[in-house]
């Protein structure tokens, strides 16, 4: 089920995401480069969800901080471009901070080759058919563009393409591929 346990449940996991990022300042005895790192990989656990709504729903709303009680709930859905726009960022945005590899003590946690990889099933996802076009499967009338990226663009199957061999030689460099 691509550990997906139900639309609502996703906003679940990218509002604790949401919270730690927002929050981890706070936190006195902790360096400032193990913070980024923290947030860093609060982004490419968004970016995971954002990653497989896109491939299910494909427009989805985007929240980008954690809602409180007084918040405007009702957040309207974006378009999949924007979504794929939003997952591609955050993957670049997190990939810098990140190990290659973590101690063993550590397993789990997110390194350069998850974050490239969440990037590369997106957008090989948005090169298929079924988002590559500017005709959708189902029409929505002005409201296309929640399940198609407007066009179809040969390119998107490059960049798929690129950034998936990017996940190869990280897998292949990372001394956990030895």
Avoid at 64 to 89: F, G, Y
Avoid at 158 to 174: G, N, Y
């Amino acid at each position: 089920n691509e550990d997906m346990e139900g639309f609502n449940s996703n906003y679940n996991f990218i509002r604790q995401a949401n919270l730690i990022r927002e929050n981890i300042d706070k936190v006195r005895d902790m360096s400032d480069t193990d913070k980024a790192v923290i947030k860093a990989e609060m982004k490419a656990l968004i970016a995971y969800r954002y990653c497989q709504m896109f491939i299910m729903y494909g427009g989805v709303p985007i929240v980008s901080r954690s809602l409180t009680t007084v918040d405007d709930l009702a957040v309207p859905r974006s378009s999949a471009k924007a979504v794929l726009d939003s997952v591609v960022t955050w993957c670049d945005e997190a990939l810098p901070l990140l190990p290659s590899e973590w101690p063993g003590n550590w397993g789990g946690r997110m390194t350069k080759a998850a974050v490239l990889s969440i990037k590369a099933k997106i957008q090989l996802f948005a090169a298929r058919p079924l988002f590559n076009t500017g005709v959708p499967y189902l029409s929505l009338g002005e409201r296309n563009d929640l399940i198609c990226l407007g066009n179809e663009d040969p390119d998107r199957w490059k960049t798929a393409a690129l950034t998936a061999e990017a996940v190869i030689r990280e897998a292949e460099t990372s001394a956990g591929a030895r």
